[in-house]
Every structure is written in C-alpha cells, then in structure tokens.
C-alpha cells in the first residue's frame, strides 16, 4: 500500500530522548554523544529550528541503518552496545552533513516561550481529557514552566482572554457539541465531565456564552 509501495520488511526507528518536554527547554544530548559541542549545538539549532518532518536520507545514512536493524536483531544485542554507540554517532553526524546541505536557516519562534504556551493552549483545546483536569493558574504555568504572570501574559497576547476564561471557553465548546450529540446524557453530568463544578455554575457560565440556557441550546440543536 502507499506511495511508493513498499513490500513487506522490517521497520526500524530511534527515538532520541534529549530530556526536552518543552521547546523552549535546552536540548541535552545522551552521554553516549561523542559529537563536538559545535556540531551538537549546531545540530540541536536545526534539528529544533525547522518543522520539516521528512529529509531524503543518503546512502551512508541508509548504509548505518541497516547495521543498526542487524545488530537489534541479533540474539544478543546487549552484546553489541557499543557497536549500536559508534554506529548512532555516526548516523548524527550523517544527519547534521544532510542537513548543512539543505541550508536551513533556524526559524527562532519555534522554540520560544510564547510557542510553548501555544502549544498547551491548543492542546487544552483538543483534549476534553485535559479540560476536565482541575486547573488553577498557578498548575497551567508550571507545565508551561513559568512563573503565572508570564504565563498570562502571553495567553493573552494569543488568545485575547485569561487563562482561565479560555480554559472555560474550551469547556463550554465540548459540553455545547456534547449536549447536541448526547441528548440521553443529562446535562448536569455533562457539566461534571467537561470539568465544572456544579451545574449551577456551568448554566450560567453557558448562558452568558451563548445566550441560552443549556437545555434551551439542547432543545434547539434536536
């Protein structure tokens, strides 16, 4: 299936943990990097600086990997540590000789502070998971890894609003889809689930949004 097609085969993949949860958090390599601290430095700078998913790997790069697949299949691949050590180097170093052929130039706001709200906005957005987590100001900041009036400072700067408005805002849009899709579910529980309080305080907050009471809006929608 795909295009190409691809026959059947094994499919290896490395996953390089940098000790990075936000982008605005320095990389820290592996102690098994041997790279310069140039070389790091400047493959950290394009590795984290560009949003290209996908690079058309060379010859030696796919020469590594298939070294790499042999020694994880091999019956004891612990014995060969550090055969898979010097081979990972190596494909860094073909990865950053790739990409100094690409010129990429660093985009800065990729791994800046505002980004790193940004992304946990949209998230809060698309996650009913996390709109239900109880929340206060200072427990948003803090997975953000700021201090509460940076951290406000630049929800407002995205979103027009404060944190905790736009985190009511998120909740009012999935009980409102919710409340046309599940007309069975009572509104008091979806209330509950969506991460508010008490109903009362969710009919008043979904009146004032949307101009309504729920079970109007519910009624409405049918």
């Not at 805002?169 to 007309?183: D, G, K, M």
């Not at 009919?203 to 729920?214: D, I, L, N, Q, S």
Request: glycine letters at 6%; a neutral charge.
């Amino acid at each position: 299936m795909g295009d190409p097609h691809l026959g059947p085969g094994r499919i290896h993949w490395i996953i390089v943990d940098v000790g990075v949860r936000r982008p605005n958090e320095p990389w820290i390599w592996p102690d098994w990097c041997v790279l310069t601290a140039d070389d790091c430095r400047e493959l950290t700078s394009v590795l984290r600086g560009n949003e290209h998913p996908v690079w058309a790997a060379g010859a030696e790069a796919q020469q590594i990997f298939k070294k790499l697949g042999a020694y994880v299949s091999s019956e004891d691949p612990a014995r060969l540590a550090s055969h898979l050590m010097v081979a990972l180097n190596q494909l860094l170093l073909a990865i950053l000789d790739l990409l100094r052929c690409q010129h990429i130039v660093p985009d800065r706001s990729l791994t800046s502070r505002c980004r790193t709200v940004d992304l946990f906005l949209k998230e809060l957005r698309r996650s009913p998971r996390m709109q239900a987590t109880i929340w206060t100001l200072d427990g948003m900041a803090e997975i953000c890894g700021m201090g509460r009036s940076s951290f406000s400072d630049y929800c407002h700067e995205l979103t027009n609003t404060s944190p905790i408005d736009y985190l009511n805002r998120c909740r009012l849009e999935n009980a409102a889809q919710r409340l046309a899709s599940q007309p069975e579910a009572s509104i008091t529980a979806i209330a509950l689930d969506c991460g508010f309080s008490s109903s009362q305080y969710f009919c008043r907050k979904f009146k004032a949004c949307y101009g309504m009471t729920p079970r109007a809006w519910r009624t409405n929608q049918a």
